[in-house]
Antibody, heavy 121, light 110 residues
Framework: QVQLVESGGGLVKPGGSLRLSCAASGFTFSDYYMTWIRQAPGKGLEWVSY????????YYADSVKGRFTISRDNAKSSLYLQMNSLRAEDTAVYYCARQVSGYDSGAFDIWGRGTMVTVSS | QSVVTQPPSASGTPGQRVTISCSGS????????VYWYQQLPGTAPKLLIYRSTQRPSGVPDRFSGSKSGTSASLAISGLRSEDEADYYC???????????FGGGTKVTVL
């Protein structure tokens, strides 16, 4: 069964750090670009970052550039998002998603259920 | 404010056709594919349309996508109660080097 399961969310103070993980199963993880997308409470979707199958191509949204780092461990079929210098506006549900192909930059066919990150003092 | 613009809401009665617009610019919709997602309450988004007009397997042909210049549209024909959801468009933006989502459109079935 193809699935993605996120973990690592929680409550953190402004300026703090958190590392999200996404465990993949049911497919050859290294064959796919992977993406993080977030959704603030009651708000729309916001793309955060993506990484190619081999980890050599990475893009970030301007809102997180310099603070967040995406990475992957293909041997463990896992995707990560290291979040530093967290701000209140980073509060959101964070989804990991599988990108259909490197060419289809906006086509995500498999999504996790999401993990909630709350940044508050 | 989103780089790509959608109306906040749309509605229709069962059986009607509803169209949702998505307006962008040359750097996003004008030069790249558009993608559409459906998000039911409390769930992760689901891919409805890719490459502007293509439906993934399993998506009913009641859903169709189109694109012209810097705008795109999602049409839902034969509207059903289960279509009540939030719908998002997305496109890669060459100037931002990132994917941009529209603000989302809430579809209500009257």
């Amino acid at each position: 069964q193809v699935q993605l399961v996120e973990s690592g969310g929680g409550l953190v103070k402004p300026g703090g750090s958190l590392r999200l993980s996404c465990a993949a199963s049911g497919f050859t993880f290294s064959d796919y670009y992977m993406t993080w997308i977030r959704q603030a409470p009651g708000k729309g979707l916001e793309w955060v970052s993506y990484i190619s199958g081999g980890g050599t191509t990475i893009y970030y949204a301007d809102s997180v550039k310099g603070r967040f780092t995406i990475s992957r461990d293909n041997a463990k079929s896992s995707l990560y998002l290291q979040m530093n210098s967290l701000r209140a506006e980073d509060t959101a549900v964070y989804y990991c998603a599988r990108q259909v192909s490197g060419y289809d930059s906006g086509a995500f066919d498999i999504w996790g259920r999401g993990t909630m990150v709350t940044v508050s003092s | 404010q989103s780089v790509v613009t959608q109306p906040p809401s749309a509605s229709g009665t069962p059986g009607q056709r509803v169209t949702i617009s998505c307006s962008g610019s040359n750097s996003n919709i004008g030069s790249n594919y558009v993608y559409w997602y459906q998000q039911l309450p409390g769930t992760a988004p689901k891919l409805l349309i890719y490459r502007s007009t293509q439906r993934p397997s399993g998506v009913p042909d009641r859903f169709s996508g189109s694109k012209s210049g810097t705008s795109a549209s999602l049409a839902i024909s034969g509207l059903r109660s289960e279509d009540e959801a939030d719908y998002y468009c997305a496109a890669w933006d060459d100037s931002l080097s990132g994917l941009v989502f529209g603000g989302g459109t809430k579809v209500t079935v009257l």
